[in-house]
């Protein structure tokens, strides 16, 4: 496996440590650059972002983890991180989707509960298979077209619920929000933190953590063994306006490839490991 860390720099301060034929410009004020952990380039990003928040700017503003497979790595895993690529807005609950914010964690806010169907305007939903809005959390929603892989293939571990158009005709939407049936810990395997320079250690197995910093790691459990499908226990990321803490989505090497095979869209697969305590 191999892994790269991907920054999208603030492009007025992009020439203190990159080329300009380094990476790739995004318009006139950013550019992505890829970069490895061993590069001696990597903790400089640490040390502006650091310079630049003193002085409420920013260095980078967004990373995003990327790890590479080889085919032998992949056909040798058993389970995989689902990512969704496909986000659009607005959320849920600019739609009328209804919270019970009171049984939520007071200090991240995870753990409100749904208490209406999903409500979303269709016009902004992707054609895709797979999308999840703007606030994260369980808003992810799926076609009917993998529905029908689901259920032809006998894929376990999944359920559907139906999603409604906002507004008060409210009719039903040919999408299904995910309903996993198990909720199953990371192992304490796991490195977080709340960037790719200031870990936390180890997963303490809490209701909630701040981001994954490493491949996910879950902790072995008996009903694995017939399932293709499950989300984690604890959710990822805290309540930050619309954005929810979000449980991650796992699914087996079989319901990976009848996705692939079939060609669906709104995937990105990470290899998850399981892992005894």
Known sequence: ????????????????????????????????VRIDKNDPRFNAIGEL????????????????????YTEAEITNAKWFQIFQTRHFEPAGEECGTIYDESSACPICKSGAKQLSP????RSSIPKADMAVTIAWGDETVVSERFVNLVKDNSLKG???????????RCQKLNYYQIQPQFYLDFSNKISFGIDPFHFSGECSNGDNIPDILSEAYIRSNPVLEDLDFFASR????????????S??????????????????????????HIVDE
Not at 5 to 30: K, P, Q
Not at 158 to 168: A, M
Not at 247 to 272: D, T, V
């Open 234 to 245: 604890q959710t990822v990321g805290g309540r930050v306006g619309l954005i929810r803490p």
């Open 49 to 68: 972002q650091k310079k630049a928040l003193e002085n409420n700017h920013l260095f980078y503003s967004y990373y995003e983890c990327k790890r590479y």
């Open 158 to 168: 999944i359920t559907f619920e139906p999603v409604f158009s906002r507004g008060q």
């Open 118 to 121: 999903l409500k979303l305007r």
């Open 1 to 32: 496996m191999k892994e790269l860390v991907e920054f999208r720099v603030i492009m007025r301060y992009a020439h203190l440590l990159f080329r300009d034929d380094e990476g790739t410009n995004l318009g006139d004020s950013v550019k992505v």
């Open 247 to 272: 449980h991650l989505l796992f699914c087996s090497n079989r319901m990976m490839r009848l996705i692939k095979e079939n060609g669906l869209k709104g995937f990105r697969f990470e290899i998850a």
